[in-house]
């Protein structure tokens, strides 16, 4: 065991046998002066013997927040059950705590704007959680939904050495990210009825159309291409309908996958989930996104 993990787990235990409660709920950390906030959901009680909890980072769509994050993907309730630390960061914005977003690249808002720093903090968020709870730093993973789902792609991209997979949802990429130092495996999920990140790439729409920065999305498929390519998958790739659910499966190394599925009923938001406000598009229920998400992952470590 390396000094600093062991040190992390000594801490830890001798914690844990003071009886000190791991701290469940809203945190922050500091990131270049910007006070950023976090919200961890614990599973009940203590890892099994011997083991750790994985962590999965939910991130919220742009103008979203982690509450609103946390009830429309029905992630909290998840981990509780499997025994996955769930954690909801949240992005930057002007007025606060409100209308947050990440620079994902080409979008969106403020972040974008002005350049933040958001791969930092996510690196030094999961250094934290690392540190702070006993979790397995080689089963982190990052999900999201729109611009959380393509600061996902980003963080696949940028932070390789940190996570083991990622699934963006009704996200996209651009044609010009660069190819990640290492393979990461990736589920993208993406409905065909999406206007504000449409199935066929090109202007976004929506009401928010106007928080990016003129650059059009590839079409969804792309990012399959994108993630095989950067895992060393060849071959055709395979494809299977049932019902509304389309899925194209790529032939990949031992250790690699790389999945699309594409909802035939489904608009921009989070499948199988909550209806964001009385404003959001109603989710199609052809599939659990937060279920398939975790049964992807759980398949990964580092």
């Not at 992630?75 to 705590?97: C, D, I, K, S």
């Not at 083991?164 to 010009?176: E, K, N, Q, T």
């Amino acid at each position: 065991m390396k000094p600093l993990l062991a040190w992390v787990v000594m801490v830890w235990c001798d914690a844990a046998a003071a009886g000190t409660p791991l701290r469940d709920g809203r945190q922050s950390l500091a990131h270049q002066g910007i006070e950023r906030g976090y919200v961890v959901r614990l599973p009940a009680g203590a890892p099994p013997a011997g083991q750790r909890w994985p962590v999965v980072l939910v991130l919220h769509g742009g103008g979203g927040d982690a509450a609103i994050t946390e009830k429309t993907t029905g992630f909290t309730a998840l981990g509780q059950r499997e025994g996955v630390v769930v954690v909801y960061p949240e992005g930057t914005g002007r007025l606060g705590n409100h209308l947050l977003t990440w620079n994902a690249g080409h979008c969106c808002g403020q972040a974008m704007q002005r350049q933040v720093d958001d791969v930092g903090f996510i690196r030094r968020l999961i250094d934290q959680l690392v540190a702070d709870y006993p979790v397995d730093a080689r089963r982190v993973y990052a999900t999201g939904i729109s611009n959380g789902g393509m600061m996902s792609h980003r963080l696949g991209i940028e932070l390789p050495d940190k996570l083991a997979a990622i699934a963006p949802v009704v996200a996209a990429l651009f044609g010009d990210e660069k190819k990640p130092a290492q393979g990461v495996s990736a589920l993208m999920i993406n409905g065909a009825l999406d206007a504000s990140v449409p199935l066929a790439g090109g202007a976004p729409g929506g009401r928010f159309a106007n928080a990016w920065d003129g650059a059009h999305p590839l079409p969804a498929a792309a990012q399959a291409s994108f993630w095989a390519a950067a895992d060393g998958c060849t071959g055709a790739p395979e494809v299977t309908t049932q019902g509304a659910v389309q899925r194209t499966r790529y032939r990949c190394p031992a250790g690699r996958e790389v999945e699309q599925i594409v909802l035939a009923d489904h608009p921009h938001a989070w499948p199988g989930g909550e209806r964001g406000s009385r404003l959001g598009a109603q989710p199609s229920m052809a599939l659990n996104a937060s279920s398939e998400i975790w049964a992807f992952f759980k398949r990964h470590t580092k």
